[in-house]
């Protein structure tokens, strides 16, 4: 433990703690911009700048390590000047378009200039002249609005491994991008929006698609549905005040009702749905037909990331569509068929947590209906925006529920949305397939939490079933060298972002490790509240393959439910 003075006060902090985090132990705010802990740690835009005693300059205090005997001040007359000089100048050229920016009310940019009460601009710098970037199907990059924190470096580079942007040119001229000055859709992007959710302005955001939304409603000719994914219900209550994590599924369906969509529908059917598939598929890869290890497909980021970077272990994907395209190729068959529409005038929506699900509708795999399955995606962000144009006092709203049939599900759906659900909700089920017998206790928490790699071996009355889960594309690069190394796994879960979908990049922001905590809890209180929690036991999954499929993995959900990736 190291001893030192902060604004007068004694603090015992351990060796390697920062200024920063020994201060706000005893309750000091020092404003941050670039700073998130354990991620970016680069003192770059030195808002958060101390007094040490002895030294020649003020010191950025998010990279500062303590010193026994150390006496700092947070609060003088120099350090609030010299923080408000730094933040004048990093906002000289930015651009000063807060009443329309996307980000407005939840800039950090804005929130520490009101903090540190700037009341006058007075210079006048160069605005940048790098244009925004539309190219790509889920952000746009605004190189206007970055204030270089190199926040989403960072994330790219050292949580996903992927480093598809970086500092380019020099000086003034220092632009995010990616490399070449590519734009973003001829980059390894792989659209996860996880620089989005770190952006502490506007310089990335998801691609708004909110106006085609409301386009739809408005066509007298269109029939629309929309489906909510997994992690949208224990999250949207953020962007109305709610704590990360409560469960506002009702309120959300009425919500959606409310703006005038024809049905509301539930992604966790086909979650329930892809368990079927996917677990005939895993049984099937047991018997020696296909690859093992199976990996799940569910995540469209993971897809482009194994495209890009492991195009050898392709034949180990699953071959199952994820959930939200099962959706919408059954909404313009089964449905329409049951429901007597013509397929051409349905238009489907999907709320995802998500920024690669607007790239993943988007496919050419993806319309096996014979239309585009999925019309348009909107971000739970989106939707938190939608809803504030139209007026939707969500948090008095009531409780409603899905309509029938293609809103009917299970826990084992709704878990979906946390790292590890979907092999919990996979094991479920597969014990029971496999065993013939009743699972005694459903619950398998070894594959649960935010270890970045989770393995556990499974006994199925003999057989062991050799799993591993991976969320982040940081840990499941690690996962997948286990694999060209020879590890032996029977069955593999991988989620693009970290956490897995409650921590997408399309949900609300902040979304940080506490976040992320709390909507996994609810998610798991949610699956314990359903009466039903296995996903074979969902009714109308059952009725869909009576009526319509016939059987898993036969020849209509060939078509319809899965597909093949390549290169
Ligand atoms: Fe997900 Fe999925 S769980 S990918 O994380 O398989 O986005 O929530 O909708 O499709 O069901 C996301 C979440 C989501 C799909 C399902």
């Given amino acids: 433990q190291i001893t030192l003075t902060i604004d007068g006060q004694q603090v015992q902090a351990r060796a390697g703690t920062t200024v920063l985090e020994a201060a706000r132990k005893i309750g000091i705010r020092i404003p941050t911009l670039c700073y998130l802990k354990e991620v970016n740690e680069a003192g770059a835009c030195r808002v958060c700048l101390v007094e040490v005693q002895g030294a020649r300059t003020l010191q950025a205090s998010c990279v500062t390590p303590v010193a026994e005997g150390m006496v700092v001040k947070t609060n003088t007359p120099e350090v609030r000047q010299a923080r408000k000089l730094n933040l004048e100048l990093i906002m000289s050229n930015h651009p000063q378009e807060c009443l329309i920016c996307p980000r407005s009310t939840n800039c950090e940019l ?107 409603l408005a066509d007298p000719a269109k029939h629309v549905v929309v489906q909510t994914a997994p992690a949208t219900r224990i999250s949207v209550g953020e962007i109305f005040g709610l704590e990360p994590g409560s469960l506002v599924t009702g309120k959300m369906v009425a919500a959606l009702r409310r703006l005038g969509f024809d049905k509301v529908f539930d992604t966790d059917f086909t979650a329930d749905l892809t368990i079927m598939e996917e677990g005939s598929e895993l049984i099937r890869r047991l018997n020696g037909k296909g690859a093992l290890p199976l990996i799940t497909s569910c995540s469209p980021g993971w897809i482009k990331f194994i495209e890009h970077h492991y195009p050898d272990l392709l034949p180990h994907l699953s071959t199952c569509k994820s959930p939200q395209q099962m959706f919408g190729a059954l909404a313009k068959t089964y449905y329409a068929e049951k429901a007597g529409l013509d397929p051409g005038s349905i238009f489907v929506v999907s709320i995802m947590p998500c920024t690669a699900k607007k790239y993943e509708a988007g ?3 993806m319309n096996s209906s014979g239309y585009q399955d999925v019309d348009v995606v909107l971000t739970t962000r989106e939707l938190g925006k939608m809803l504030k144009e139209a007026g939707i006092d969500f948090t008095a709203l009531p409780e409603e529920n899905y309509d029938q049939p293609l809103g009917i599900s299970t826990g084992a759906g709704v878990i979906f949305g946390a790292t590890g659900g979907v092999m919990e909700a996979a094991l479920r089920t597969g014990y029971e397939l496999v065993t ?117 993995l036969g020849h209509k959900s060939h078509q319809l439910l899965h597909t093949v990736y390549t290169e």
């Avoid at 929130?111 to 006058?120: F, I, N, R, S, T």
């Avoid at 007075?122 to 605004?142: A, I, K, M």
């Fill in 110 to 216: 804005q929130a520490v200039a009101a903090e540190l009460g700037l009341k006058e601009l007075r210079f006048e710098g160069t605005n940048r002249h790098y244009q925004p970037d539309n190219s790509s199907p889920s952000l746009v990059r605004d190189p206007r609005k970055c204030i270089l924190c190199r926040r989403c470096v960072s994330v790219c580079e050292n949580i996903q491994k992927v480093t598809a942007i970086a500092p380019q040119e020099r000086g003034f001229d220092t632009v995010i991008a990616p490399a070449f000055l590519a734009s973003l859709s001829d980059s390894t992007c792989v659209n996860c929006g996880q620089c989005a959710l770190v952006c502490p302005t506007a310089a990335i955001v998801e691609k708004n698609q909110v106006q085609e939304v409301w386009s739809a």
């Fill in 436 to 552: 013939g017998e009743t699972l005694a206790s459903i619950e398998f928490k070894d594959v649960r939490g935010m270890e970045g790699v989770k393995e556990a071996a499974i006994d199925l009355k003999g057989t062991i079933l050799n799993v591993a889960v991976a969320h982040g594309l940081g840990n499941a690069r690690e996962l997948l060298e286990k694999i060209r190394n020879g590890d032996i796994y029977h069955f593999i879960e991988i989620m693009c972002c970290p956490g897995g979908c409650i921590g997408g990049g399309g949900q609300p922001i902040p979304t940080d490790q506490e976040t992320r905590l709390k909507r996994a809890a609810g998610i798991y209180s949610t699956d314990q509240s359903m009466p039903l929690r296995k996903s074979h036991e969902n009714p109308a999954v059952q009725s869909l393959y009576k009526e319509f499929l016939g059987e898993p």
């Fill in 363 to 365: 496919r050419p795999e």
